[in-house]
């Protein structure tokens, strides 16, 4: 029926990701980061003169963090379905730049998302070219 990648056949012939991934990720966990912190610093507006900044800054780190989040499923989604690299590297710079809204990662998890969408759309998973990027 399905495909069982406990097996070691599953993985002959294939060549995965990596570099885009292991990018994708730790932009993600910048995201992550920077969403949660943002939250808290939200949490610190709890007088009831700032209560209406607080919500809004408390929004913005959760939707940084599902940003970071979504991030993170589809660089492992990368990993394991490598021959979806295009759609899932556009999906990967598509919410890197949408973690803008809450701070980006401090901006770097943004950019290294970006570079990490890149990555992943230059891959060529053929077996003949041993995973390369790109021509890189």
Do not use: K
């Not at 939250?39 to 009831?48: K, M």
């Amino acid at each position: 029926m399905f495909p069982d990648p406990l097996e070691e056949s599953f993985w002959e012939g294939r060549t995965l990701p990596v570099a885009a991934v292991l990018v994708s990720a730790a932009a993600a966990g910048l995201v992550i980061a920077n969403g949660v912190s943002v939250f808290l610093q939200g949490q610190g507006l709890s007088s009831e003169q700032f209560a209406p900044i607080s919500s809004a800054v408390q929004s913005l780190g959760v939707t940084a963090a599902v940003f970071g989040a979504l991030i993170l499923l589809f660089a492992v989604a990368l990993y394991l379905l490598p021959r979806a690299h295009v759609p899932i590297g556009s999906a990967i710079i598509g919410f890197a730049l949408l973690s803008l809204v809450g701070g980006g990662g401090y901006y770097l998890g943004s950019l290294l998302g970006v570079v990490g969408g890149v990555l992943a759309i230059l891959f060529s998973g053929s077996a003949e070219s041993s995973g390369s990027y790109g021509g890189f």
